[in-house]
């Protein structure tokens, strides 16, 4: 599959930058740069150490060909944020945990406006009341064409024990949602969606599932996300 690059700029300076700074500055201005590492950035998994770990301007965006060979793979592991994209959200998370006591606490509190216990009014996508559409506060480094909406709902999209994917059946109840809410309105070869792995849930106690479109008219998604703004661009 081919790919694109930031407009960054790539120097060889930039590049032995980079090789000798400790990992928690880099991305960050000179005059920002801690002697010692935030607590946001400490004992990071794998995966993260080595994404904020890469200059951005050694980052690969993905274009919306890839992005749908991806999920049609189900290889949603590969998905990644830009490194400083990264960096802002695993900071901003460690002060939601501080400020709410969990991400959930803020996700249902603040951005769902849902009380608990959470309980669903209807059948499956039954109810609107029982579906809540919301930009993804943090996407991924993907095509800025692309946009990433997640779909919360108050009900359980069932998982199969044996294979820790979908059900059939909730598979084609979703299918069909997207379609009636999304594919009509844009095209389906405009629309892919996809639901996280258990091990890959940043969010665990809500149920929720991802939609993304290419290139929609803005005036739908403001439409179906009823005004909503993505925290990355607030913050």
Partial sequence: MGSTTPNLPHTAASEADASFLPYWQINVPPAERTATCPPFLENLIAKDLQIVSTPDHRYEILTWPQVQAIIVANRLDVFQRVPSQLRRYLAYNYYLRKAHGSVMNFILGERLKWEQPITAEGKPFEKETDVKILWN??????????????????????????????????????????????????????????KNWGSLKSIRSVEHFHVMLFDPDPAFINEITNGDIALSRKV
Avoid: M
């Fill in 137 to 194: 506060d943090w996407p991924y480094g993907i095509d800025e064409r692309i946009v990433h909406l997640v779909v919360w709902t108050k009900f359980g999209l069932q998982d199969d024990p044996t294979t820790g994917d979908l059900t059939d059946k909730a598979r084609g109840e979703i299918g069909a949602f997207v379609e009636e809410k999304f594919e009509r309105r844009v095209g389906a070869d405009n629309v892919i969606w996809f």
